[in-house]
């Protein structure tokens, strides 16, 4: 990880960073969308990001959020810090009610599935996250006692155990 990454990392614990950040949610997802992942608001960081289309839960909407994601196996772990603020993010509402969503990584769109994770999971997944992100333990004492809800993103197999056609291998 080069120096730009360690000082963004670094400013990632200061709530004026968190600010700035919650508020700059669009531009990162239109500057994601349109460099196919490879720059974000704050230019290239080298922290792994995703964008993650979920369905809303009351309007059937997809909704498509920005977030840093942690590589497991074939998989994506990704948190709802929402910046540390007191509530969940609605984004993983959306998760809860439907499980199905898709995530874009340099460019590729992979379907997945969400599973929230508990218990000694969700222990070994915080550990991955705090390795890309160590900001995320100070959203968590920000946002006590709400527990941040940390979601494990398995890519979809069709029903004869093949990946679905478009599945990408992670970058």
Known sequence: MGRYSRLV???GHQPWFAALGRRMVPVDRWI???TRGRFTVIGRHGLPSLLLTTTGRRTGA?????LVYAPDGDGYVVIGSNWGQPHHPLWTENLLAHPQASVTVA???????????SG????RLWRLLLRQWPAYATYERRAAPRELRVFRLSREVALDGRAEPGDQVLP
């Open 120 to 123: 000694t999971e969700r222990d």
């Open 62 to 66: 997809p909704r498509t959020q920005p």
């Open 9 to 11: 990392q670094r400013a």
């Open 107 to 117: 460019g590729a769109e992979v379907a997945v599935r969400a599973t929230l994770a």
């Open 32 to 34: 994601q969308r349109v």
